[in-house]
């Protein structure tokens, strides 16, 4: 005993004291994450169907983590802006980006970004996905899938379809389908899917993709008539339209779907990343949470940060060999 106290002493401790209270003080000091709010950046605006799942998930997360979780919306240049910032943000799991199937079509489509989405940023989770539909307007002949390919066919490339701009996944889905059933339609890229959808169901161009929620009041108001939905199956959404893959509009398996997920910086500690992915399966399987998403039109996906890495890397290369072949370039 004495001995110690000369050791604590030697060490400018108080006599009678244990060093081992003071050598546990360090690991003491570090609280388990979060200890403080997370910030969830939205590549979107507010309002939008993706700032809208987003916030359904960060509400459910935040009583899991038992941190609140702030939502902060972002938009701009495709979801590069918000990207960009979460890259170069403190990797400690602090700030998260919510992002969507544009940050892997951007690698491709612009010729330099101030970021790697590979490189510069950790995959959480993939966290839904929503299936697209292509509609017409209701002027048009087409009611079916059979009926568009015939008449995409016959129309000598006189057709004009709308996007959200040069590159989105509502551009990219028009392109693969008429290039599947061998067709040529003029494309006319606006800013943004609103004016795109507005548009189509004004009459000034003849079709357009957009996701199935966004379009589905149309739809049920008969200003647009929907053709076929881009999942690999039907969504409940739309139980009476058939989806691309089995109406022969694109191949057997064929899905695309505007997903969506979670980033952080790179070099966030790997405890962080486990601890905020199994906050977003935890959201996930709730079926308040799975319940609110479906009337988005989004389907629960979930996964570990490994399932999101290979997936986020398959779409990048998907989506290259797309961007490239359409010519689709941006600034």
Same mark, same amino acid.
């Given at each position: 005993?004495?001995?110690?106290?000369?050791?604590?002493?030697?060490?400018?401790?108080? !006599?009678?004291?244990?060093?081992?209270?003071?050598?546990?003080?360090?690991?003491?000091?570090?609280?388990?994450?979060?200890?403080?709010?997370?910030?969830?950046?939205? !590549?979107?605006?507010?309002?939008?169907?993706?700032?809208?799942?987003?916030?359904?998930?960060?509400?459910?997360?935040?009583?899991?983590?038992?941190?609140?979780?702030?939502?902060?919306?972002?938009?701009? !240049?495709?979801?590069?802006?918000?990207?960009?910032?979460?890259?170069?943000?403190?990797?400690?799991?602090?700030?998260?980006?919510?992002?969507?199937?544009?940050?892997?079509?951007?690698?491709?489509?612009?010729?330099?970004?101030?970021?790697?989405?590979?490189?510069?940023?950790?995959?959480?989770?993939?966290?839904?996905?929503?299936?697209?539909?292509?509609?017409?307007?209701?002027?048009?002949?087409?009611?079916?899938?059979?009926?568009?390919?015939?008449?995409?066919?016959?129309?000598?490339?006189?057709?004009?379809?709308?996007?959200?701009?040069?590159?989105?996944?509502?551009?990219?889905?028009?392109?693969?389908?008429?290039?599947?059933?061998?067709?040529?339609?003029?494309?006319?890229?606006?800013?943004?899917?609103?004016?795109?959808?507005?548009?189509?169901?004004?009459?000034?161009?003849?079709?357009?993709?957009?996701?199935?929620?966004?379009?589905?009041?149309?739809?049920?108001?008969?200003?647009?008539?929907?053709?076929?939905?881009?999942?690999?199956?039907?969504?409940?959404?739309?139980?009476?339209?058939?989806?691309?893959?089995?109406?022969?509009?694109?191949?057997?398996?064929?899905?695309?779907?505007?997903?969506?997920?979670?980033? !952080?910086?790179?070099?966030?500690?790997?405890?962080?990343?486990?601890?905020?992915?199994?906050?977003?399966?935890?959201?996930?399987?709730?079926?308040?949470?799975?319940?609110?998403?479906?009337?988005?039109?989004?389907?629960?996906?979930?996964?570990?940060?490994?399932?999101?890495?290979?997936?986020?890397?398959?779409?990048?290369?998907?989506?290259?060999?797309?961007?490239?072949?359409?010519?689709?370039?941006?600034?």
């Amino acid at each position: 005993m004495r001995r110690r106290n000369v050791l604590a002493l030697a060490a400018g401790f108080p !006599a009678g004291l244990s060093t081992g209270l003071f050598l546990a003080r360090p690991a003491l000091a570090q609280a388990p994450f979060p200890a403080r709010p997370v910030r969830l950046v939205v !590549a979107f605006p507010a309002g939008g169907p993706t700032d809208v799942v987003a916030r359904i998930l960060a509400e459910r997360m935040a009583r899991e983590l038992g941190q609140p979780m702030v939502v902060e919306n972002r938009g701009g !240049a495709n979801g590069n802006i918000a990207a960009d910032a979460v890259a170069k943000s403190d990797p400690d799991g602090y700030t998260l980006l919510y992002n969507t199937s544009s940050i892997a079509i951007s690698r491709a489509l612009y010729r330099s970004l101030s970021y790697d989405l590979l490189r510069d940023l950790a995959p959480v989770a993939l966290t839904a996905a929503a299936p697209l539909a292509l509609v017409v307007h209701p002027a048009q002949p087409p009611r079916d899938p059979a009926g568009f390919i015939a008449w995409a066919r016959g129309s000598g490339g006189r057709i004009s379809y709308s996007s959200g701009g040069v590159g989105n996944i509502s551009h990219l889905l028009s392109f693969l389908v008429m290039r599947h059933i061998g067709a040529e339609a003029v494309h006319v890229p606006y800013r943004g899917t609103a004016a795109a959808l507005v548009d189509t169901a004004a009459g000034n161009v003849q079709f357009t993709s957009d996701t199935v929620v966004t379009t589905l009041p149309l739809i049920r108001e008969g200003r647009v008539r929907a053709i076929a939905v881009s999942s690999a199956e039907r969504t409940p959404l739309l139980p009476e339209v058939p989806s691309m893959a089995e109406s022969g509009m694109m191949p057997p398996g064929f899905e695309v779907g505007a997903w969506q997920g979670i980033l !952080a910086p790179a070099r966030t500690p790997p405890a962080a990343i486990a601890r905020l992915n199994a906050a977003v399966r935890t959201a996930l399987a709730d079926p308040e949470v799975a319940a609110r998403l479906a009337a988005q039109g989004a389907r629960p996906t979930g996964g570990t940060p490994e399932d999101y890495s290979g997936y986020l890397r398959e779409e990048a290369e998907r989506w290259a060999d797309v961007v490239k072949e359409s010519g689709a370039t941006a600034e």
